[in-house]
């Protein structure tokens, strides 16, 4: 495969996310849902519009189709195609569709990445990574992932339908990903009663694979203060992403017997990599067989199941059993 | 009966009876009859050290207090084992009692406990895991009376202490054991703090948990020395009218400090410490800006001597607010009790009634 990846772009984009591609390598030939003029103003003057996605599927120089909006028959479609796909956000796409999709994938030898593998690009997941897959912090036994407010450089997702599309699949993907996709066992939810205006709280308990409770808080809104943090517990240490403003950055303890944990290692200093970062990552994987940035098709399913088991868990106000 | 100066003794000569039960009795309306330990050489010493009066009789069961006269109360300072038979045969021979906390080991004991309180009318009980009322949890309570923080959806209590563990410490080894103890952090020091968000809250009924423990650090006991209580305690609770409580207790953790109760509302945030119960925060919009103003939080008398001057008010026919009474401490001990058990079981536990 060529290293300049042309880029079919279907559904509504604005000049600075077709900017963001160009930027990350992908050259625009094609567009359905924007005006070859947005194109023009975003620097790709060869991109033309096409009058249908079928007619975008068509253009043997798209190699990526990247979908503005989620949309599961565009998906599949694009893949049948012989494309890979770039889905911008994953929205409401179910764990069903994310299972045909992984299918799908496989017969057409594409393959997908979901936009929600931002925080994963940041700093202190890298080096959470390299302390996790060391051992450094023995048999885990607790993780606990609270997000108050907005994960800091994350922008607002206007058309969000509720806390996972917000940021809460971000969250999940960074957290299961340093865990490496462990198993869920149970899954509690609680969600604060919505009336218009209440500010929106979801907590959720899950008892995963190898002993660990494992915990998230979404809140956006509300008035608690400030937060943005993930700890791991392990019988011989613990790490601390501590990503909110203000915050102390990125800890580890070292397991002292007896005695209080020495804390070996802090690093203040959080940036959040732009967007560009993942769409770079993509090319890279793409053109020059670089390890897939996420999310994958197989990682969106299980990020599907667990906004499904945990709107189970509220409707039918139980701990959800997950086999 | 001496109203204006009642008799008490005090059972158990360790650490909180010398820290807090003996001078809170000293500083009260209340007269020191007799003090009492399983063990002669420990009240012996503890009556020499505290140089306590020579009237002040040395006692080593509950029955030698019982042949005493000019007694009307008994302050508990035992370990928790001992709590629920030693409050139950004072109350039988006419007592008022003061315990320690956690109350008893388990719900079984505490049910036994209330029919002992039912069956003699006119006497109290009260539990010290009322500790944390003070200072700022009336001005709190007084908030969420006044709806300040409209309606609250989300509860969390954090209390981790990263070495804090007795058995580390060379403390007695009973705190590690569960058939002593009755349980690890969760129960030593999360009813502490159960305790004040019930009393805040108005005592909300739980509907259902789901918990996780973990314990799995070594301990710096000698070989042979029993370990079995929980290093770590994780939940989620349901409770009606749409609130969550999530919490995490530990006394030993690769971790910074955490210490803090929370209680959002609709349209205000309590940020109550967990060490040092008369500093906390009311947390609101003002101008459309999240402030935070200090809550209101008294000086007031250490919580033995005021539990007691409480009591003195009591025997003479008043009726003040005492400690953690014996149907609060049974709705935290079940509570706690699910709380062991839905970890043990790894599945969610349904309050009994929910369940029923
Ligand atoms: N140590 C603290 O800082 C602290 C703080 C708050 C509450 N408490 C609570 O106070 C209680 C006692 O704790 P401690 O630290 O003082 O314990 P401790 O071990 O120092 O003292 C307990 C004493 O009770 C005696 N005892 C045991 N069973 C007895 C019985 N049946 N009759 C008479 N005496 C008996 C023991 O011999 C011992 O001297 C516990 O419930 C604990 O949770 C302790």
């Known amino acids: 495969m060529s290293a300049i990846l042309g880029l079919g772009i279907a559904g509504a984009y604005d000049a600075q996310r077709l900017r963001a591609c160009v930027e990350a390598g992908f050259e625009p030939r094609a567009l359905f849902g924007s005006s070859a003029a947005l194109a023009r103003e975003a620097g790709c003057p060869h991109a033309g519009a096409c009058a249908s996605f079928e007619d975008l599927l068509a253009r043997a120089d798209v190699d990526v189709v990247a979908l503005a909006a989620p949309h599961e028959r565009q ?7 012989g494309k890979h796909v770039l889905c911008e956000r994953p929205g409401a ?31 202190f997941t890298s080096l959470a990574r390299q302390y996790l897959e ?7 036994y607790r ?14 997702a206007p058309d969000a339908s509720g806390l996972f599309e917000d940021f809460g699949y971000e969250l999940l993907d960074q957290v299961l990903d340093l865990l490496g996709w462990p198993r869920v066992r149970t899954l509690c939810a609680h969600q604060a009663p919505e009336p218009p205006g209440r500010p929106r709280h979801l907590s959720l308990f899950a008892r995963a694979g190898r002993g660990i409770a494992l915990s998230f808080e979404f809140a956006s809104g509300g008035l608690l203060r400030p937060r943005h943090s993930i700890n791991f517990l392990g019988d011989r240490g613990g790490l601390l992403i501590d990503h909110a403003e203000g915050g102390r950055g990125f800890s580890f303890f070292e397991e002292a017997p007896g005695r209080r944990a020495k804390l070996l290692e802090t690093k203040a200093v959080f940036k959040l990599e732009p967007c560009g970062s993942i769409l770079e990552a993509f090319r890279e994987h793409l053109a020059e067989g670089r390890p897939h940035p996420g999310t994958t098709p197989e990682q969106m399913l299980e990020l599907a199941r667990w906004r499904e088991r945990a709107a189970e868990a509220l409707q039918s106000d139980r701990e959800v059993l997950c086999v | 009966m001496n109203l204006e100066r009642p008799g008490i003794a005090l059972i158990g000569c360790g650490q909180i009876a010398a820290n807090c039960h003996l001078p809170g009795i000293q500083a009260s309306p209340f007269a020191l009859r007799a003090v009492c330990d399983a063990e002669r050489e420990r009240v012996e010493r503890f009556k020499r050290e505290q140089n306590l009066d020579a009237s002040v009789a040395v006692c080593t069961s509950l029955d030698e207090i019982l042949k005493l006269d000019g007694v009307q109360a008994v302050s508990i300072a035992t370990p928790p084992a001992s709590h629920a038979p030693l409050s139950i045969r004072a109350l039988d021979a ?3 009692v003061l315990c320690e906390k956690p109350s008893t080991l388990s719900a079984s004991e505490n049910r036994a406990v209330c029919a002992a309180v039912a069956r003699n009318p006119g006497l109290t009980i009260q539990f010290f895991s009322s500790r944390f009322r003070d200072g700022a949890a009336p001005a709190a309570r007084r908030f969420v009376r006044e709806g300040r923080l409209g309606v609250p959806y989300k509860a969390d209590i954090q209390f981790w202490l990263p070495a804090a563990r007795t058995c580390d410490r060379g403390g007695p080894p009973w705190f590690g054991q569960k058939a002593h103890a009755g349980g690890g952090p969760f129960m030593d020091m999360g009813q502490y703090f159960l305790d004040r968000l019930f009393f805040i809250l108005g005592w909300p009924r739980w509907r259902r948990l789901s918990a996780q423990t973990f314990s799995g650090f070594p301990t710096g006991n000698p070989p042979g020395v029993v370990y079995d209580v929980e290093d770590h305690m994780s939940l989620l609770a349901h409770f009606d009218g749409g609130l969550a409580l999530t919490l995490e207790t530990t006394a030993r953790v690769n971790q910074h400090y955490r210490w803090s109760t929370t209680v959002a509302g609709s349209a205000g945030t309590l940020i109550l410490d967990n060490a040092a119960p008369r500093r906390a925060v009311f947390r609101a919009l003002k101008d459309g800006v999240p402030v935070e103003e200090d809550l209101e939080a008294p000086e007031s008398a250490p919580d033995m001597q005021a539990r007691l001057e409480r009591l003195a008010l009591r025997l003479k026919g008043e009726r003040p607010e005492l400690g953690t009474d014996h149907e609060q401490a049974l709705y935290i001990t079940e509570f706690c009790e699910a709380a062991y058990r839905s970890a043990a079981e790894g599945r969610e536990l349904r309050a009994p009634e929910e369940a029923a």
Do not use: W, Y
């Not at chain 1, 993780?143 to 607002?156: F, I, M, S, T, Y």
């Open chain 1, 134 to 140: 060391a051992g450094r912090l023995g048999a885990l």
């Open chain 1, 93 to 123: 796409l179910s764990a069903e569709d994310c299972a045909a999709l992984v299918r799908a994938a496989h017969r057409h030898g594409r393959t997908a990445a979901f936009a929600c593998a931002r925080l994963r690009a940041g700093g």
């Open chain 2, 94 to 96: 006419g007592k008022h």
């Open chain 1, 75 to 81: 998906a599949a479609q694009a893949l049948a195609a």
């Open chain 1, 143 to 156: 993780v606990e992932a609270v997000v108050h407010g907005r994960p800091q450089g994350l922008d607002p």
